[in-house]
């Protein structure tokens, strides 16, 4: 498994909500087409961490491998998602790297008063 990270800028103009609203409903929903793809999330910067950085959010891409991913990045979904992202945003930087095997998920995580188990 391969992870890529992507710092993110907001073009001037565009609006955090709707950059926001556009990944809940668009972005994560593609995913879904995208059989490289094991997982996505889109984090909001810290106010410390972005202050003068200019970059507003980070996304982490497990995928299965790079190869598979280019090939996701391929096709008709791919490429709208990305037509409509260059309108909001850009990608300033990008890591990307292979995950030490197996790392470590919680089989279930406490958010305040609810407790999510983890699907195995």
């Given at each position: 498994?391969?992870?890529?990270?992507?710092?993110?800028?907001l073009?001037?103009?565009?609006?955090?909500?709707?950059?926001?609203?556009?990944?809940?409903?668009?972005?994560?929903?593609?995913?879904?087409?995208?059989p490289?793809?094991?997982?996505?999330?889109?984090?909001?910067?810290?106010?410390?961490?972005?202050?003068?950085?200019?970059?507003?959010?980070?996304?982490?891409?497990?995928?299965?491998?790079?190869?598979?991913?280019?090939?996701?990045?391929?096709t008709?979904?791919?490429?709208?998602?990305?037509?409509d992202?260059?309108?909001?945003?850009?990608?300033?930087?990008?890591?990307?790297?292979?995950?030490?095997?197996?790392?470590y998920?919680?089989?279930?995580?406490?958010?305040?008063?609810?407790?999510?188990?983890?699907?195995?």
């Amino acid at each position: 498994m391969e992870i890529i990270v992507h710092r993110i800028r907001l073009r001037g103009g565009s609006d955090s909500d709707e950059f926001e609203e556009w990944v809940r409903e668009t972005d994560y929903e593609a995913c879904q087409h995208l059989p490289g793809v094991i997982s996505f999330s889109v984090q909001r910067m810290a106010e410390s961490a972005d202050e003068g950085s200019g970059v507003h959010y980070f996304e982490v891409i497990a995928v299965t491998s790079r190869s598979d991913f280019s090939r996701d990045m391929e096709t008709e979904t791919f490429r709208r998602l990305a037509d409509d992202f260059d309108v909001m945003a850009e990608v300033v930087e990008e890591w990307a790297g292979e995950r030490i095997e197996p790392g470590y998920t919680a089989d279930r995580v406490v958010c305040g008063k609810q407790t999510i188990q983890r699907k195995q």
